[in-house]
């Protein structure tokens, strides 16, 4: 199995950036899809952005498609989340997960392994 950490949250004005990572140990990122999921207080966890093992194929939430990029270094056995144009609507704690195979998921239950979150608060 694998273990996830993520780092990088933190308060930005809107129209700022972060760039959010996702740690990973135990296994080589290179054989897990992987996915960033956020949830505010009192709401269903949502997919944000995911991407293959392979690295070829990714796939975006509509709301942040064109302002968000997922990406991967092997070296570093890292996934990040660099997010852009950020809006007051993003603040979230947002979670890495993974799970073991080719596929890409867009849902919660598609996934095997969570990190515990990181606090992302973008203020007006």
């Known amino acids: 199995q694998v273990q996830l950490v993520e780092s990088g949250g933190g308060s930005v004005q809107a129209g700022g950036s972060l760039r959010l990572t996702c740690a990973a140990s135990g296994s080589q990122i290179i054989a897990y899809g992987t996915g960033w999921f956020r949830q505010v207080p009192g709401k269903e966890r949502e997919f944000v952005a995911a991407v293959r093992g392979s690295g070829y194929s990714t796939e975006y939430a509509d709301s942040v498609k064109g302002r968000f990029i997922i990406s991967r270094d092997s070296a570093k056995n890292s996934v990040y989340l660099r997010m852009n144009v950020l809006k007051p609507e993003d603040t979230a704690v947002y979670y890495c997960?993974?799970?073991?195979?080719?596929?890409?998921?867009?849902?919660?239950?598609?996934?095997?392994?969570w990190g515990q979150g990181t606090q992302v608060t973008v203020s007006s």
């Open positions: 997960a993974a799970v073991l195979g080719p596929d890409l998921g867009t849902k919660t239950y598609a996934y095997d392994y």
